[in-house]
Nanobody, 119 residues
């Protein structure tokens, strides 16, 4: 099992910055890809950014050039640096981790952290 705990959310004015942190514990040796998702009220959860074990990153178009995902496998943590925040970035942000170990593939989720950018 993998346990994910997000932190770093809050209220920030438009144009401001926040850094989200997701700390993993448990079977961290089994973690491969990690990602950040978000879900705004009344909308489906969407993939914001992902980073595979090799370090390759990908982003949804709306955050390219503003958000940066990174990971530190020594401390089993993934980050999401968010700059130039906009009201439309307001959402609950969730960390995910994919594991493939012991012939078992699974995606684990954190409990989420709220980011609010007032309009």
């Amino acid at each position: 099992q993998v346990h994910l705990v997000e932190s770093g959310g809050g209220v920030v004015q438009a144009g401001g910055s926040l850094t989200l942190t997701c700390a993993a514990s448990g079977d961290t040796v089994c973690i491969s890809d990690m990602a950040w998702y978000r879900q705004a009220p009344g909308k489906q959860r969407e993939l914001v950014a992902s980073i595979i074990k090799s370090g390759h990153r990908s982003y949804t178009d709306s955050v390219k050039g503003r958000f940066t995902i990174s990971r530190d496998d020594d401390i089993h943590t993934v980050y999401l640096q968010m700059n130039s925040l906009k009201p439309e970035d307001t959402a609950a942000y969730y960390c995910s981790a994919d594991t493939d170990c012991h012939n078992f593939e699974h995606t684990w989720w954190g409990q989420g952290t709220q980011v609010t950018v007032p309009g």
